[in-house]
Structure formats: C-alpha cells, structure tokens
C-alpha cells in the first residue's frame, strides 16, 4: 500500500487539529456578550491559531508540490478519482482562504495582529468601517464552507475505511 510520507501525516494532523480548534474558538468567543477580557483574550488566541495554519499551509503546499502523493487505489473510479482531487484542492484553497480573510477583516476592524503577543504583523490596509461588515461574512461563510468540506472529507475517509475497505484512510493515518 501507498502511503505519505511522515512529513505530509504529520502537517495533516496538525493541520486539521488546529483548524478544528480556531473553529470551536471563533465560534466560543462570538457568542460572548460585550468586550471582556476572555473575549479579548479568545480573540487573540483565534488569531494567532489563524496564522499558524497559514505558516503550516504554506509548508504543506511546498511539501506536497516537492512530494508526490500516493495515488489512488486502482479499486476507485474516475468521478471518485476526480472528486477525491477536487476536494483537496478545495481545502487548499480555504486552508488559506478563511486565515487571510480574517486578517483582512481585523485589520478593517482597526486592530493589529500581534502573533503570540510578540510581534506584529505587517498592516496592509487601513481600517475600514465600511468593508468590515463584508469581510466578516466573507470569513464566515468560508468557515462554514471550511466546515462542510472538512466534514465531506471525513465522511469520505470513513466510506472508504469501514465500506470500500480499499486502505485510503490508513495511507494517512501515522
């Protein structure tokens, strides 16, 4: 059986448990009332979350790009073939896509980036009351797109673990 390579297990799994953790965080800290302290702290928290899975997708993407993966099971046929790769090319793309629309919708909110409170991230654009409304659905409804797709993507994994027994699952698994 083909597999990934450790590297790829590894970034995988870190990958998704951080993702999993800023989307239990974003949705913990909307639901607090007002401006608290553990609001605040919550939010910086999601932040800094955000920008690790940003640095983490970047290396991934060289890793892969660098790395072949392993192909599909010759068992599977062309439209799970072609699904399966237009999934993770979907992934990919919000892995990147829901960190930086929360940049951007921070810094239309007017509030710097401090990652881990040590350094600031560079200010790209100056606050705008205007397009903050926007920007924060955009990275809400690619939340909810993140979460959808990151379900389809287990639930696939699953069919293919407990009904195709086809070993797709264990080729990711360290």
Not at 69 to 81: D, L, N, R, T
Not at 92 to 120: C, H, N, R
Request: aromatic fraction near 10%; glycine fraction near 4%.
């Amino acid at each position: 059986m083909h597999r990934y390579t450790t590297t790829a297990i590894i970034l995988h799994w870190l990958t998704a448990l951080l993702i999993i953790s800023a989307f239990i965080m974003g949705l913990v800290m909307v639901d607090i009332p007002g401006l608290t302290p553990t609001k605040l702290k919550y939010f910086s928290w999601h932040k800094w979350l955000g920008v690790t899975v940003l640095a983490i997708a970047a290396i991934r993407l060289l890793w892969r790009k660098a790395n072949v993966p392993p192909p599909h099971p010759a068992s599977m046929v062309a439209w799970q073939k072609k699904a399966a790769d237009a999934m993770h090319v979907l992934l990919y793309i919000l892995i990147f896509a829901v960190p930086v629309s929360g940049y951007f919708y921070t810094l239309a909110a007017g509030v710097p980036v401090v990652y881990l409170g040590l350094f600031q991230l560079p200010v790209i654009m100056a606050p705008n009351p205007e397009l903050k409304p926007l920007l924060k659905d955009i990275h809400y409804v690619l939340n909810m797109t993140m979460a959808a797709a990151v379900a389809a993507h287990v639930l696939a994994a699953l069919k293919h673990q407990f009904i195709d027994k086809d070993g797709v699952l264990k080729r990711m698994l360290p």
